[in-house]
Nanobody
Framework: QVQLVESGGGLVQPGGSLRLSCAASRSISTIYAMSWYRQAPGKQRELVAVFTSGGSTKYADSVNGRFTISRDNAKNTLYLEMNSLKPEDTAVYSC?????????WGKGTLVTVSS
């Protein structure tokens, strides 16, 4: 079992940057599949960025080149660096981990991109 707590959201102007963090309650060194999802108002949740079980990273086309997923196993933390933010990036961003086939989710952090 693992608890996930996101932080770092807030209000940012278009073109700005934010870094989201997802702190896990246990070591993530053996949690190979971790990812960030987002859900905008009135829309379905979508995958933003993922560390696959093979160790590679993948991104949604809409954020590729602007967002970077990273992890610090020593700090049990997953990150999402977001640059060149656009109003359409406004959403609740949630962290996800799959451990022994069980899905775990954080409660999310709100990112609002607006002038």
């Amino acid at each position: 079992q693992v608890q996930l707590v996101e932080s770092g959201g807030g209000l940012v102007q278009p073109g700005g940057s934010l870094r989201l963090s997802c702190a896990a309650s246990r070591s993530i060194s053996t949690i190979y599949a971790m990812s960030w999802y987002r859900q905008a108002p009135g829309k379905q949740r979508e995958l933003v960025a993922v560390f696959t079980s093979g160790g590679s990273t993948k991104y949604a086309d809409s954020v590729n080149g602007r967002f970077t997923i990273s992890r610090d196993n020593a700090k049990n933390t997953l990150y999402l660096e977001m640059n060149s933010l656009k109003p359409e990036d406004t959403a609740v961003y949630s962290c996800h981990a799959k451990v022994y086939g069980v899905n775990y989710w954080g409660k999310g952090t709100l990112v609002t991109v607006s002038s």
